[in-house]
């Protein structure tokens, strides 16, 4: 049985510039390009939980709240907020900052689910997780009820 780990180790920060090509025609980014951000930094986040690779089994949802233009920074982070046998849900967060202005602002908010690969490409069992902060302790809570929705969402597609 492995031991449970506090939710901060699997804390997962990146920057980004949102250059030209990164963007459409009203100069926003694309909403594609934050969700490419998006997986790579749920996957980092979850292979640092797990210790091993890991595969996107679902991104269960993303709200686009505002958008990002040419030139803002975008800041990513990401915590495992819930796990289970083998999964982990991810929760990331994406704030734009105008760096001329100094404003900030929440552009995109997700959850995925990975699941943790061994050498044999079969799900491995991953370790559980405990919060520690008051954000931890919300997100790790209201965790089985989007496990449940999940669990639903599945049924409904067999």
């Not at 089994?57 to 233009?69: E, L, M, P, Q, T």
């Not at 079969?122 to 997100?139: C, Q």
């Amino acid at each position: 049985m492995q031991e449970n780990k506090p939710m901060s180790q699997s804390r997962t920060i990146q920057t980004k510039l949102v250059l030209p090509p990164d963007t459409n025609h009203l100069q926003t980014i694309f909403g594609g390009q934050v969700l490419a951000y998006i997986d790579e930094i749920a996957a980092i986040t979850a292979m640092k939980h797990a210790k091993m690779a890991v595969v996107t089994a679902s991104i269960d949802s993303v709200d686009f709240v505002s958008s990002a233009r040419v030139g803002d920074v975008l800041e990513l982070e990401a915590i495992v907020s819930s796990t289970g046998r083998t999964s982990m849900e991810v929760f990331v967060s994406v704030h734009s900052m105008n760096l001329l202005t100094g404003v900030t602002k929440l552009t995109t908010e997700s959850f995925l689910t990975m699941v943790a690969m061994d050498e044999s490409n079969k799900p491995a069992a991953v370790p559980g997780i405990f919060p520690e902060t008051e954000a931890e302790k919300s997100l790790y809570e209201t965790g089985p009820a989007r496990r449940e929705h999940r669990k639903v969402r599945s049924e409904m597609r067999h």
